[in-house]
Every structure is written in C-alpha cells, then in structure tokens.
C-alpha cells in the first residue's frame, strides 16, 4: 500500500506540472492536500463502510500517518537535502540574522501565544472547553503549561510548506534564506521547547531551579545534536579520503552516516533535525570535494528525489488526516490561534529586523519583512507534534483539529496569495546565472588582494578572536579531510582557468589591433590633438569599472555584493569574445598558411614561458603563437635589414644563438639600431 501511494505521489506531481493553469491558481501544495482529502473521503465512507465492511477503521491496510513514520522517515531527507542546500555564501552571510530569528524570535512566539491563550481562555473570552469522554459532558480549562505545549508545537514554521511554495516563486538568494534558514533552525528549537514543556508538565510546582534546568536543557539539547552531527560529517570526510578506487561507495557513506547522526542524536533525546542540518554542512564543505563528480550527481539527484517524494506524501497524509482523525473543533480557540500567530509573527519579525539592520550593512526592508512574516507557514511538523500527545489527555483534539485548520490557512491563504504580495511589492526575484568557476577563483583572488592591503595599510574591518579561531579550525580540517589528489586537481584547473583568461587578456588586444590596422591602412587617417587625446583619457578614466567601483561603493554598501559577479562575468565574456575572434581569423588562412601555423603552435607548445607553457591549454598556444608573429612583424618592420631576418622562425623564444643573425640578435636583446640607422 505505501508502495502505491510512493507511486501515486509520483504521478500526481507529474499531472500537476502538466497543466500549467492549475499551477498558477493554487501552489502544489494546496492540490496535494486537496487530493488527499478527496482520497480520505473516499477511503474512509467507500472503501472501509462500502465495501470492506469494517467496524474498526482504525485498523485498515492504508498507510496511516503516524509521528514514528513522520520523524524517522518521511523528515530527514527533506532536512538533508535543505542542509545541502544551505551551504551557500549567501546562507553564511546571513546566518548571524537566521539564528536570531530561529531562536529568540521562536522564544518569543512560544511565550506571547502561549500565555495570551492562556489569559483569553482563564477569563472566559474564548467560552467554555466541554469534552465528553465518558457519556458525560465536562467543563475543562487549559493550564499555563498546557497552552505553552499548543504555542510551541504551532509556532513551528514547517520547512516542507516554506520550501515547497517559495521554490515556485524565486525570490531573491538572499531574502529566500531568511526565511528558508529561519524556517529550519525553527524546527528544531520547536520540537526542543515542545519536548521540554512536555516534561514540565508532570512537575507540580514549577520553581526557578526548573525553569533554569529547563533552559539548560534547551541548551545542551541543541548543541549536542549538532556535536553529533559535526562528528559524522568529520567521519564521513575522513572515509572519503580513501574511495579513490571504489567511487561506487560514496554515495552509500554519504547516505548513510547522514542517517547515523539523524538517529544517534535521537538516542540521546538530542535534535535530531539539528544534527542532519550540522551533518549536511559540515560534509558539503569537506567531504564532497573528494567524491567524484558521478558520485556527487548520484547524491545530489537521490536526495532530491526522496525529499520531493516525501514532500508530496506529507501533504497527502494532511488531507487524508482531516478525514480520518477524531476533531473538537472549538472555533473560538481555533479563531484566537489564528490571529495571535499572525499578530505575534508580524511583530516578532518587524522588531528582531530592527534589530539585526542596527549592524547589518545590507538591511532587511519593510517590504522584505512582511514577505519574511508573511511567510511563516505551518506543516506537518506542528500537526506531528499535536498527534504524539498521549491519547488519554482531554485536550490532544483539541490541539489537532487547531493544529489542522493553522495548517490549511497558512498553505491555502497565505501560500496562495504571497505571489501576489511579492509582486505587489516588486521584490527582487532570484537571477538565473549559470554557475561559474572563475566566480569562485575571482573571490578568492579579491579576499587574498584585501588581506594584503589590510596588512599594508592596517586592518579596515574588525575581527574578532572567534572568527580568527574559525579560520584556524578550518584551515587545519581541510588539511586532514581533503585528499591531495582532490587538492592538486581542483588547483590546477583554478590555475587553468585563470592562465587562459590571462593570456587571452595580455596578448588579444595587440593581435586585434594589428588586424584593425591592416584593414584600415587604405582609409584615409585623421590627425588627433593633443587636447582632444587628453579628453578622451579622462573620459575613459572616467568610465572605467575602478572609477565607478570607488564611486558606487561608497554610496551603495550593497553595490559590491550585487555587481561585482556581474564585472567579472563581464570581463569573461571580452575575453571569450576575443579569443573567439583571434582563433576565427587563423581559420580564413590558406592551407600553406595553416601548415605554417601548425608549426608555430608546435613550437609554442613545447616553448616555456615562465614555467607556464605547460598548463595553457591549445587555444591559448594559439593566441601566443601568433602574438610572436605579429610581434616578430612589427620588429622587422622596423629594421632596413630584416630581409635577412627568417621567416620561419616565429616565436622569438625559440630562436638559438646560432640561428639568429646579428642584427636579430639586437633587437630581441633589446639593442636597438642607433636612430641614423632607424626607418
């Protein structure tokens, strides 16, 4: 059966994709739930009354929703997955901003909907709470603790709903993990507090030696799970370092000890989701430059593949649950929920943002704010921790059927109209740029230039002793996890990279305007003042990328964070353009002028030039070769006597001491003709 419903997930989505109408109106998510209450409907008055005949429907062979299926199968490969993906500089700039919003704000949340709850219900706004449990009707009234277990099981803003909806509408990088990082971090503080309210609530008499327990707790759970997770993701690192020979096991490390670290952190009663998410970084950064790129694909599509499978079956099981499950729907509890989760996610958000944009250079905007706040959707985490209530407490309904109806208006309201928000407000959506290495290879090359400048005119940004010991730790890990293969291959295709664009910038332009000039030596020429050459220096000057790098800089703090990718894609594409141009030129040639080209590539293919001939790949030996053609033309040009100069010899660097005659050996030494003997 769960087989089938694996199988009718896959296809759902396929049909969903197809009909692009419906993709438009609703988000996949709200269909998926739909069609899930629609298979529970039918499930639950057809199959079970109809034609099964069965008197106890809870015992069915269909899947049933359970919080053992939800946490220990269906979550951590969407966590793992989203900590793959969150390994990003992007992520890392803002991961100061993400853990505040995840931790305080979530604090936050627990505590003012909790205890407003608790007001509302003690003096009688939201009515009366009746359970009729044993054929009589019973008035109840919620308890402090009890309303702070319900906060924190529904401010848990699901990773499932957030990524599922802001994937289809590609905001920003930036804006998207802030809401991305905060919604999974707030995960595991959620399931945290809820477990820590859960053990709170058999205590009678709560005192301050509780509550600092409490918080204690809070603490050692969260940095233990990720000690965990650090721990596996060093293992896994270190065992990848020795699958040269056996590629076909990384994937199955990878996998694996990923599940290990999930599980040896709920051993503990640690955060599991925190230890996946410290796994998941802690592997991408060093154990997965030492798998192979097949081995990596493998990962990164099987991952993807089973997350996008138990996203679809947890907003099936959601639909199929409103049916199937037992409700107290108590709309004045339900309605109070609704509008104090969103009051208090509203306020949480404008005021954690004003104070992370007091140190923040790049801010967070008003309208960036209420796309965050607005954002905050709930899932199938929240509705898992209301179903591991104990069955025997009065109010475990009570909460899912709330926990329910949260559900379905977070996803279906806001879920669907924050496409329209976002266009409302005209954010910034998230660039299509095709992923580049020589962005990386530019990165570093600035980083290393300002730490060199730093250290010349004094430190201009202020580091602190932690950040320091970070780089340190760092440093010594990449050293140990990284294999030296996987260091020397990634090095030289940096130095490749690099050494073709330099040659193609170095050498290019002069074989361009040699090629301009001969075809513009029949025009007639126009003699340029010196007035009007100063003038089109400045104006150049004034136009160059420095002179608006200094200018914009300044003025804009994001300016280098936005454009700088786009100056360096820039200048790769003037040097595609020109190499492009340099290389179609040689092809016009006629054969006997190709054979003699052949020879010159030889020749510069085996010549030396600073110990880099050898890592220049063909096309940039072709750029060299003829830049000494039209090098060596230029230089007997200039000489009355270069008829004795041989043609053959086109690449000075080759040239012996007997080949080259007298006057040659003059100008390649630099000693030119006195000016009487000068053309």
Same mark, same amino acid.
């Given at each position: 059966m769960f087989s089938g419903m694996i199988i009718s997930a896959v296809i759902l989505k396929i049909?969903?994709?197809?009909?692009?109408?419906?993709?438009?109106?609703?988000?996949?998510?709200?269909?998926?739930?739909?069609?899930?209450? &629609?298979?529970?409907?039918?499930?639950?008055?057809v199959v079970l009354d109809d034609i099964l005949h069965l008197e106890d429907k809870s015992e069915h062979p269909f899947p049933q929703f359970t919080a053992t299926l939800f946490f220990n199968i269906l979550l951590p490969p969407i966590i793992l997955d989203s900590a793959l993906a969150l390994y990003d500089q992007a992520f890392f700039d803002n991961f100061v901003s993400v853990v505040i919003f995840a931790v305080f704000g979530t604090l936050f949340n627990v505590f003012t909907i909790g205890y407003s709850l608790y007001g509302l219900s003690y003096y009688g706004v939201l009515g009366s709470f009746t359970v009729n449990t044993t054929g009589v009707v019973e008035e109840m009234q919620l308890a402090p603790t009890e309303c702070l277990i319900f906060s924190s099981l529904i401010s848990a803003v699901d990773p499932v709903a957030v990524l599922a909806i802001f994937e289809e509408i590609h905001v920003n990088i930036g804006l998207y993990f802030l809401v991305f990082g905060e919604s999974l971090f707030n995960d595991g503080v959620t399931v945290v507090l809820y477990n820590t309210m859960k053990a709170l609530i058999?205590?009678?008499?709560?005192?301050?030696?509780?509550?600092?327990?409490a918080l204690l707790s809070f603490v050692c759970v969260v940095l233990g799970g990720a000690l965990?997770? &650090?721990?596996?993701?060093?293992?896994?690192?270190?065992?990848?370092?020795?699958?040269?020979?056996?590629?076909?096991?990384?994937?199955?490390?990878?996998?694996?000890t990923a599940y290990v670290s999930f599980l040896g952190a709920e051993v503990f009663h640690w955060s599991g989701i925190i230890s996946i998410i410290a796994y998941g970084i802690t592997v991408k950064r060093y154990g997965f430059q030492n798998i192979s790129k097949k081995s990596y694909t493998t990962v990164k599509y099987s991952i993807k593949t089973l997350a996008s499978t138990s996203d679809c079956i947890i907003f099936l099981f959601l639909g199929v649950e409103l049916i199937e499950e037992s409700h107290n729907f108590h709309w004045g509890f339900i309605i109070a929920t609704i509008l104090l989760c969103l009051l208090f996610r509203f306020i949480s958000t404008f005021l954690f943002a004003f104070l992370v944009n007091l140190a923040r250079k790049d801010q967070i905007e008003?309208? $960036?704010?209420?796309?965050?706040?607005?954002?905050?959707?709930?899932?199938?985490v929240g509705f898992s921790l209301a179903v591991v209530l104990e069955k025997g407490v009065w109010y475990r309904e009570l909460f899912i059927t709330t926990a329910l109806c949260m559900v379905f208006f977070t996803?279906?309201?806001?879920?669907?109209?924050?496409? &329209?928000?976002?266009?409302?407000?005209?954010?910034?959506?998230?660039?299509? $740029?095709?992923?580049?290495?020589?962005?990386?290879?530019?990165?570093k090359l600035m980083e290393d230039v300002m730490q060199g400048i730093e250290n010349v005119i004094g430190r201009q940004r202020a580091k602190g002793v932690f950040s320091e010991i970070c780089r340190a730790v760092d440093k010594l890990l990449k050293s140990f996890l990284i294999g030296k293969d996987s260091q020397q291959q990634l090095q030289r295709k940096f $130095?490749?990279?690099?050494?073709?664009?330099?040659?193609?910038?170095?050498?290019?332009?002069?074989?361009i305007a040699n090629q301009d000039s001969e075809e513009q030596t029949k025009e007639p020429t126009r003699t340029i003042s010196f007035a009007e050459s100063r003038k089109s220096f400045k104006k150049g000057v004034r136009a160059s990328n420095w002179q608006s790098y200094k200018k914009k800089s300044f003025a804009d703090p994001t300016y280098?964070?936005?454009?700088?990718?786009?100056?360096?894609?820039?200048?790769?594409?003037?040097?595609?353009?020109?190499?492009?141009?340099?290389?179609?030129?040689?092809l016009k040639d006629d054969p006997e002028s190709v054979e003699d080209k052949k020879k010159v590539l030889q020749r510069s293919q085996?010549?030396?030039?600073?110990?880099?001939?050898?890592?220049a790949t063909k096309n940039a030996h072709l750029i060299k070769a003829q830049y000494d053609e039209v090098q060596l033309q230029k230089r007997t040009s200039q000489s009355p006597r270069s008829a004795t100069f041989p043609r053959d010899l086109l690449n000075p660097t080759f040239l012996t001491q007997n080949s080259i005659p007298e006057e040659a050996e003059l100008l390649l030494n630099g000693n030119r003709p006195t000016p009487e003997t000068m053309v």
């Open positions: 049909i969903f994709h197809h009909l692009p109408w419906l993709a438009k109106a609703l988000p996949e998510s709200c269909v998926l739930i739909v069609i899930g209450i &629609l298979s529970g409907t039918f499930i639950h008055y058999d205590i009678p008499d709560i005192g301050s030696m509780e509550i600092v327990m965990i997770g &650090l721990v596996n993701g060093l293992f896994a690192s270190y065992v990848t370092m020795f699958t040269k020979h056996v590629r076909v096991v990384e994937p199955l490390i990878i996998f694996s008003l309208k $960036e704010q209420f796309i965050m706040a607005y954002g905050g959707l709930r899932g199938a996803v279906f309201l806001q879920g669907g109209t924050i496409k &329209l928000f976002v266009k409302l407000f005209k954010i910034e959506l998230q660039t299509k $740029e095709k992923a580049r290495i020589c962005n990386d290879v530019q990165g $130095e490749r990279i690099c050494l073709d664009e330099h040659i193609t910038n170095l050498y290019a332009p002069r074989i280098v964070k936005n454009d700088i990718i786009n100056l360096l894609e820039q200048r790769q594409k003037r040097s595609q353009t020109m190499e492009s141009r340099v290389l179609s030129e040689l085996s010549a030396n030039w600073a110990n880099y001939a050898k890592k």
